[in-house]
Structure formats: C-alpha cells, structure tokens
C-alpha cells in the first residue's frame, strides 16, 4: 500500500468512526400521537452519553409538543419509565423535572453492566396514552480505567 | 504565610458551599395531604403541602380545580386510572395557574394558619366537595429566589354500587 493509499485508508477509518460515535451520541426522538390530532415528539437519551459503565449517568427525557414546539412540563407523575438491563433487571425511575430547562425530566442512575438497555416510558401526555421503548447502548468503562 | 492561605482557601470553599447549597434544593414538593393519587372516600377541608425549603407564600400561588374532561366517565371516579388523571392534569396546570378572574372554577379557599415565609402550607377548601377528581396546584418561589412548580391529584371517589346508604 503506498502512502497515498494509507492516508485515504486512515480518514475512511476515521470517517466512520465518527458516523459511528454520532450514532452512540444521539438521542432518539420519536414522534407519537395521531396525524391531524395531537402530536408530541418524545427525546429519550442518557445524560453525558456515550454512556461507560460505572459511572453516574441518568435518564435524559424531554417531550414537546409537535405543532407548538412547546416544552410539555407536569408530566413526572403521568409517565413511568423503567429501565431494562442485558441481564432483564427492571428498575423504575424516580423521574423529576430538570431545573431551568422546561419539558425535561431525569433520573440518577450508575450501570454497571455494557451492553443494551432498555428505557420504557409509559403513561399518559394529556389524554394520549403512550408505550414506548427505547434501546440504548452502554459500552464498557473498564477500557478507560488509567493506571 | 501558609497558614494565612489555607485559612483563606478553607473560607472560600465554605462561601462556595453555602452559596451553592440553596442552587441545589430549590423548593421541591417533599409532602402532601392528602398524598398524590389519594382515593377519599371523604372530602377534604385542607390540603397541606410540605417544601423543602421555605417559600414566599405572598409571591407564590396554590391553586385547587376540579378535573374536568369530557373523557372522564363515573368509571375513573371508582377505580382511576392515575397515570391518566395526572396527564390530564398536566394539560390542565399551565393555562390554570396562569388564569385569572377564575374564582368560580376554583375550589380552594386561600392559605390558612400560614406565614409569610413557611416550607408548611395549608389550603382550605370548599366545604363538602362533590365526588370527583381534584387538582392541587403550586407555583412557588423560594427564599432562594427560584420558582418551581407541580400538582397532584386526588379523588372524592363515587360510592362503589351496594356500598352507599
């Protein structure tokens, strides 16, 4: 491989590195509620993701309503969201709004082990009834432990 | 020398805390009763909230409406559904605490046996409150100067059939 070649060969790699930090960074958003009624845009995410195990991270909820663009707040006691870990353990949140920042709710939380979770947030956003699961992947921090 | 400089640093560090510390409670909702998601079989007279932090009552608002909604049937009045009571609610709370003129919708009757700065708060309400879903309401502001705000629900419910009488 001549030099030319490695150069190209390294900022492909590099490339698709990032694509693929992007997708580890991003937060899901999904859309619920009928066309022509009501629609709210569900954020899910972790708090200073990527996530690594064993340190303290926490639920990163933020819903809105589609039409206004308008924070949905009041909503910690008509939702309840759970955390599913690789093993099945299932643990509810204790979700709270997050000051100073309208519409997003959180909850603590230290995860020990790499692989998928899954958040369920299930409840009501006014009348609408929603069920919605997001995966979200945890890598492992043992890899960026020093010395 | 030295000893000046740690005496120094350890008073800074302990400004920093105690200024930091009112930043990180707020005056977050720590009680109240009846509790969130109550099913009564009597109507309360008061609703008393408990922060975790003093809160100016003057500056602050406590507000107490019914639950109305064209889709809640006598059903939800008997076994509810609070996840859906508390959703609606949230819908409700922005437009109510921001209404005036809304004295025929409320049912509280104003703050009783509280100071002008207390975490302890007590709302009256009206007397002999119809079955139904209620929802108590706060906007806050803390001796910290921020303001938070929350509900919680609680139902007068229906006497189930063959229990009333």
């Known amino acids: 491989m001549n030099r030319t070649s490695s150069i190209f060969a390294r900022l492909a790699l590099s490339l698709l590195s990032s694509s693929l930090l992007g997708l580890a960074l991003a937060h899901e958003l999904r859309v619920v509620g009928a066309e022509g009624g009501t629609q709210y845009e569900i954020v899910v995410g972790m708090l200073n993701e990527p996530v690594f195990t064993e340190v303290r991270t926490g639920l990163d909820l933020t819903i809105r309503s589609v039409a206004e663009g308008r924070p949905v707040e009041g909503l910690e006691t008509s939702l309840e969201v759970t955390i599913t870990a690789p093993g099945g353990q299932t643990r509810t949140l204790q979700v709270r709004p997050r000051y100073g920042a309208p519409g997003a709710y959180t909850d603590d939380y230290i995860l020990t082990e790499p692989g998928t979770y899954d958040i369920r947030v299930r409840g009501f956003i006014g009348d609408l009834e929603v069920d919605e699961t997001f995966p979200r992947e945890v890598a492992d921090g043992h890899d960026l432990r020093f010395p | ?165």
């Open chain 2, 1 to 165: 020398m030295q000893r000046r400089r740690t005496t120094l640093r350890a008073l800074a560090a302990a400004v920093l805390l105690t200024a930091a510390r009112p930043a990180l409670a707020h005056a977050e909702i720590e009680t109240v009763d009846p509790p969130r998601d109550a099913l009564l079989d009597v109507a309360p007279l008061r609703i008393r909230l408990v922060f975790g932090e003093p809160v100016e009552t003057r500056f602050s608002l406590f507000k107490v409406y019914p639950l109305a909604s064209a889709s809640l049937g006598p059903a939800d009045l008997v076994d509810p559904d609070f996840l859906r009571l508390n959703g609606l609610a949230a819908a409700l709370v922005p437009g109510a605490l921001s209404a005036r003129d809304d004295a025929d919708v409320r049912v509280d009757r104003g703050l009783i046996d509280t100071a002008d700065r207390s975490a302890d708060v007590t709302v009256a309400l009206a007397p002999d409150l119809p079955v139904g879903a209620y929802v108590v309401m706060w906007r806050v502001l803390a001796i910290d100067g921020h303001t938070t705000q929350g509900h919680a629900v609680f139902v007068v419910r229906a006497p189930a059939q063959g229990e009333a009488e």
